[in-house]
């Protein structure tokens, strides 16, 4: 009787494990409330932040893969949008990523949240005089996974994810 408890217990902590494999969970923050569209024509893309407490050189590498996921992701948002790309004049989107990668070992070996890692995303379209017109915030996080998790898969994910709200409420239309 014993036995069988234990392996129903280790049986239900695996079910457990793998079904919070990679799972995210993302919440998107937009200024101002209305679900009015905004208007834009054309912008510039600022170079993007991106920013980790962790500064180890792998840490900063991904860092700048970050920053260049970011802005082709705003790219190809631009294109399918029709929003001309233009000088620093008028218009731009300022994208600013922070990232805790945490510890892959402490969620595989400990899990209950120790070494959790985030990304958080702030984007926002801001006028030529830098008042911002438009904001959106996006967070993702991992706190637990199959063999600690995939902290690079979540930030491509939650990135790309960051970008679309961002763009769900962008019109050319004035």
Not at 14 to 22: D, E, K, N, R, S
Not at 157 to 172: E, H, M, N, P, Q
Request: with cysteine; glycine share 8%.
């Amino acid at each position: 009787m014993l036995h069988s408890t234990a392996v129903a217990g280790v049986a239900t902590a695996l079910v457990l494990v793998l079904g919070a494999c990679g799972h995210t969970h993302t919440d998107v923050l937009k200024q101002p409330q209305s679900e009015a569209p905004v208007s834009v024509q054309s912008a510039t893309i600022a170079p993007v932040e991106v920013k980790s407490r962790e500064d180890d050189a792998d840490s900063l590498a991904l860092n700048q893969q970050w920053a260049k996921a970011a802005t082709e992701e705003l790219q190809k948002l631009m294109a399918e949008k029709r929003i001309a790309e233009r000088d620093a004049a008028g218009a731009s989107i300022v994208c600013q990523i922070a990232v805790v990668y945490g510890s892959r070992a402490l969620r595989y070996f400990v899990g209950f949240g120790a070494g959790a890692g985030s990304v958080s995303i702030d984007i926002e379209l801001k006028d030529a005089q830098g008042a911002t017109l438009y904001a959106a915030k996006s967070t993702a996080d991992l706190k637990v996974g199959l063999f600690g998790g995939d902290m690079s898969q979540i930030s491509r994910d939650a990135i790309a994810k960051a970008v679309r709200d961002f763009g769900a409420r962008l019109s050319t239309q004035p």
